[in-house]
């Protein structure tokens, strides 16, 4: 063979094997220097909220490693979601990683997409995508290294809510219904709960994740558990059962679902003394998965007392109100005046009547 | 009150819708009422039972009675201006004055007004001037009540209500504006069921009830 001809199969080949061989951020990198030194530190690349979780639950009770299927989810060139250059990537190609929870229970479906779940995320219904809420710095990283979503991911709801601002979709604009404080169940709850705990209107839960197999035994949605996040507030927990060599394992963990709807959960899901203790966990000592300072708390007295709907929640009214007049230093019992008010106008026409029967006389 | 020379005509007092519109505002209003004391708990009213129940009955009987409130209104103006227009607040004032004094035995009798002339066909005085406020007095309180009641329940689309109540709150010691809105709610509902009471009594002692469901009523004929 000519040893020209060799040398250009030789070019091509090493050409061809070369990009394929490692990561593209490095040639990427060239030009886009900021992003892939970010993105080599972002948790699509280091699948550290992944491990970490792993290593905290599943993996710390069957002492077994990652599973290989869980190192799909590292995505390790540019080219897997960018498919050419310039190449903006569109819903599909997240959900195409995302498709165990958070991708097609946004779009309405559960695991794998192997059945419908109880609703799509409003978001989806209005046709917004994922980078539509999660920009640049949350995919490529912003040079941290995160070990949890919670930190990463930044997007707020009332990033949006908070001002009702106009998003873009498509070719159309959105008014973003603006977060009203004075609703009932945000005045009592926005200093204990997530808008998540309320807003999501379900989650997905694997009975017995076959580590083995990779198979499940069942999938509900009607499980709904809160536990405290860092910050203090309440957030939607997810109970992860998992069979291993025949034994079964639970673990919890704090999660994001991405299933919301605008009316919040009914009021008894939570106010409801036959599943408070369900919802809040309580007995449960296994193990928690997620950021630190996540814990289980005790239900409050008032959530096992009280039973009612949404609406009448809404308009409960207490029994008692009091009037405070600091500058006279009085207080008024509504209830009270409000039966002297009726006494006195009783006895009022009482004696009128009878002064009447008496004159007439 | 009447005289015992006095001549008297039946005459044609309340026309039918008049009647309706009354009947209804009055069924309504005991059905409301009713179940606003099992809302607030009130005098340990627990019926019915079912609280979602109450406050469906409470919310949406509410307007129906609004409704007829609204054709009892356009009723006054329409036909009734004569009686119960706002010109007459101040004789009616002064007549309840001189009506008080009277029953506590500080001034003279006061004779009933009310009189009915055949030669023109048509009353001279058609209502015991007290009676001028009670309509626009219920309106009043009809309207403070369906305004606090409505915030109550549609928060979202009275939140400007609400914001402004939040403004007053602390002046009242309570914590929000909901809180006050509710106090607001509960106290005029008093005054309402405290107006009922003299109301119906003045129908009793005055005479006027039978007008109000036959629509005829044996009238004094003028001098």
Known sequence: MDKRVLILISVILIGLILPASGSDVQRCGLCHSNIAENYTKSLHYTIMGIRVAWDEGIGAMTHQPLPKI???????????????HGYIPNMTICVDCHRHNVGVNYMGYLIDKMGKGPSPDIHYVYGLNCTTCHKEPEIHGDGHLYTHSFYAVKVRCLDCHGTGKLVRVGNKTIRVKKYDPNLLPHRIHAKVLSCIACHAAWYQTCINCHLDTGKVDKITTKEFHLIQGPDGKLYPAVRMIVTFQGKTYTSVALIAPHTISPKGRPCSDCHNPNTINDVFLVGYKGRLVGPPGIKIVKP??????????????????????????????????????????IGATIVGIFLHYLKRRLTLK | MGGHNDEYVEVHRQHLLYRITHWGIVSTGLIIGFTGLRLGEIWGVSIPQNYQLALKIHVYLGFVFAFFWLLMFLQLITHEWKWFGFHRFLYSIKFLIAETKAWLGIGPHVEDPRCYDPRIG?????????????????????????????????????????????????????????????????????????MMLVHAYACFVFGVIKSMITGTRLERVCK
């Open chain 1, 300 to 341: 409050g007295e008032s959530l096992k007392q009280l039973v009612c709907t949404a609406d009448e929640c809404y308009a409960r009214p207490p029994n008692k109100i009091v009037i405070k007049i600091p500058v006279l230093n009085i207080w008024i019992d509504t209830e009270m005046l409000g039966t002297l008010i």
């Open chain 1, 70 to 84: 869980c190192m799909k989810c590292h995505v390790e060139n540019c080219s897997t979601c960018h498919i050419y």
């Open chain 2, 122 to 194: 048509d009353y001279r005085e058609k209502i015991i001037p007290t009676e001028v406020i009670v309509p626009w007095a219920y309106i009043l309180l009809t309207i403070i009540m369906g305004i606090t009641g409505l915030s109550l329940y549609y928060q979202n689309y009275f939140a400007p209500i609400i914001h402004l109540a939040d403004r007053f709150a602390p002046i009242f010691g309570l914590n929000s504006g909901i809180d006050l809105l509710r106090a607001i709610h509960r106290l005029v509902m008093f005054f309402y069921l405290m």
